[in-house]
């Protein structure tokens, strides 16, 4: 909901929104869901089981290696593996393109 803001955006909307239900409750389901979101963004509660369980695998070390050889990223922290392929593009061959549009067939 609030990925497409800058910061000050976001430090004036909260500012808004405190100051407007400070006066008044919520009276919308939108203006409750606003309200949950920007607290949980500038006021976190520390004692959250969620954010208390990730803390751990935050500051796990990561290493990160790229294989250029084969296209692929290899993300190694201590307890898991990740590999993950590179994007490429490949271009068509001239008669395949033809071919495609013929058969109407889609990329």
């Known amino acids: 909901m609030l990925k497409h803001f800058n910061k000050e955006d976001l430090n004036q909307l909260w500012a808004l ?26 006021e976190p509660d520390v004692e959250d089981q969620l954010w208390t369980q990730t803390q751990v695998l935050m500051y796990d070390p990561v290493e990160w290696r790229l294989y250029d050889n084969c296209g692929v990223h290899h993300i190694l922290s201590r307890d898991q593996e990740i590999f993950m392929l590179v994007e490429r593009e490949y271009p068509l061959r001239k008669g395949f393109s033809i071919v ?7 990329v």
């Open 17 to 42: 929104v405190k100051e407007t239900l400070n006066i008044r409750q919520a009276i919308s389901d939108k203006e409750n869901e606003l309200w949950v979101e920007l607290k949980r963004l500038y």
């Open 100 to 106: 495609m549009i013929f058969n109407k067939l889609q």
